[in-house]
């Protein structure tokens, strides 16, 4: 079982370090401690929880797509010359990034403020994990 420390759990949901507190009061979250005796949660439990809780936004394109990864999102930033642009999006907690030409950004109408669905479709995706355990 990984063991979560309460402020890395609340980190990660996104929350304070007292509401994962009153998860564990409430009993949406079963608490256990460390080696060290700290109060921990397990890591298979808050992972459900995450999927539990998470609200994707309503993608506001309607059309269908192959793509499972679909990020609903507001446009922060443009920065563009006369051929490629970077156009930078939060979604959600995630700071998503696309290059793209400068033609595309004008023809989408993309400008800071815009809503929009940044798509990701990739046969090769890195997952890392941290080296050392406390």
Known sequence: MTQIRISDAARFMGVSDDTV???????????????????????????ALAREQSALPQDPTGIGSSARNRFVGIVTEVLQDTVMAQVEMQCGP???????????????????GSVAVAVVK???VAVETPLGKD
């Open 94 to 112: 995630h700071r998503v990034v696309s290059l793209m030409s400068a033609e595309a950004v004008r023809d989408l109408g993309i400008e800071p």
């Open 122 to 124: 990739a046969t090769m």
């Open 21 to 47: 507190r009153r998860w564990l009061d409430a009993g949406t979250l079963t608490k256990h401690k460390d080696a060290s005796g700290r109060a921990t949660v397990d890591g298979t439990e808050l992972a």
